[in-house]
């Protein structure tokens, strides 16, 4: 284990599929089993784009509940809401004073508005909120409230972890050094899942498969991932697959050169190889699935871990902010 912080935040605003388990979730709970972490669901982040206090609510403690069961170490973990440290809504706010308004005008999520709304003849920050507007700002208070030297992310967060490091920078410039300047790190796109329908998976295609979808349900999403139209006998080609390259995720090595032997001898219809998909991925996540169950209706026992992460969380954040406030106001 080396010491340097590593702090990530997660969106609760979906029901977590296999897309961002594989590509998001389950490297941190690796790197959870050797790192100082600070993880948190970025409740405040979502109340720009969800209105909808069970919504959040609700993909909170999936989220939570997911983690726990698929073996987040919790030990080196501080596992909390953000909503629950107050001393992030003050950060934050210390923040906007030495944060150029001209680098929000240059956040692309800001900017994919404007452009959308020139496209179409609105006002430029038509359907723009402060919340939409400022969300790097919050960003940069989570990361640096925590001291956070490594900030793993997914490739759409890359600028707001580089506006952190400016915020950062604005502050040690105008008050002397304070924070630490927060390094990325950047999934990478080759490990892309795909969805149902062969395109990335992602809620916004309504293409997902909730990584705990019950064996019912995950039975019938599987049955409906597309394929091209080749007949049972003719060789496929595993790569393009999506069956195939779902499977890779859950199986083990011997099991992957089995599978794409009969895909390229041929002989084998899509129909069997998503039931080889099915048995495989409901076998691998039957434990962990009974668990995230569990948890899900012992809302109370997520509340209690939460609430144990808040209270460390709150430890690191009330000196920050002690410090931070001394050096703007005395
Ligand atoms: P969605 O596309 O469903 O809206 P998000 O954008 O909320 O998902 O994704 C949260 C994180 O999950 C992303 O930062 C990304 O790292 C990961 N992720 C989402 N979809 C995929 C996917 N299909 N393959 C790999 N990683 C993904
Ligand atoms: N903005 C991130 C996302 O949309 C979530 C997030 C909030 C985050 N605060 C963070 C990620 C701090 C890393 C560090 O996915």
Redesign the pocket.
Known sequence: MDDKIVLTGI?P??TP?M??Y???LKPLIEMSQNHKTFMFIADLHALNSVHDAKEIKQHTYEIAALMIAMGLNLENTVLFRQSDIDEIYKLSNFLMNVTPKGLMNRAHSYKAYVEKNTEIGADVDAGVNMGLYTYPVLMAADILLYNSDIVP??K??KQHVEFARDIAGYFNNTYGETFKLPEPII?SDA???P?LDGR?????YDN?IPLFAPSGELKKKIMRIITDSKTPDEPKNPDESTIFQLYKFFADENEIAELREKFIAGGMGYGTAKTILFEKVDSVLATPRAEYERLMANPSEIDAILANGAERARAVASKTIAKVKKKMLG
């Open positions: 969106k605003t979906g599929h897309g961002n594989i590509g998001a992310v997914g759409d967060q999934g490990g892309l899942i969805g990335k998976m992602s809620k916004s997902t």
